[in-house]
């Protein structure tokens, strides 16, 4: 009798656990990524030298991963590319890009950045699923 229980304890157990795990695997599926892409004019080359570090500091500690495309070439597949460089950052989701971009670590760049980018257009794109 008592293995009855020990086996009915288990698989209640057992069941619970999966439960729970599906939940949580469920729920990252769920969120969806999103990506920030800026177009950037550089003002002052050594300023924004120094400032790239400090921006991809404060977006990591947002939950941002910064790509490191900011000078890199732009190719423009179909019309003409941005005339600007671009900067392209991956984010947990749209929700996380839209709060960084308010966020007091952001507006605590403003000044630095002012004087060393000039931001030409910046929009956030949510991945499909």
Request: glycine share 8%; no cysteine; proline share 3%.
């Amino acid at each position: 009798m008592r293995t009855r229980y020990t086996v009915v304890l288990s698989m209640v157990a057992g069941a619970a656990l999966g439960g729970a795990a599906m939940q949580a695997v469920n729920a990252q599926l769920a969120a969806k990524k999103a990506y920030t892409v800026t177009e950037l004019e550089t003002l002052n080359a050594q300023a924004a030298a120094d400032l790239a570090k400090r921006i991809s500091d404060a977006q990591a500690n947002a939950g941002g991963r910064n790509f490191r495309t900011g000078g890199g070439k732009v190719v423009g597949m179909v019309g003409p590319p941005p005339p600007a460089r671009v900067a392209i950052t991956e984010w947990e989701s749209l929700e996380k890009a839209e709060a960084f971009f308010k966020s007091k670590a952001w507006t605590d760049l403003g000044a630095d950045r002012d004087k060393a980018l000039k931001t030409i257009r910046r929009y956030a794109v949510e991945a499909a699923q």
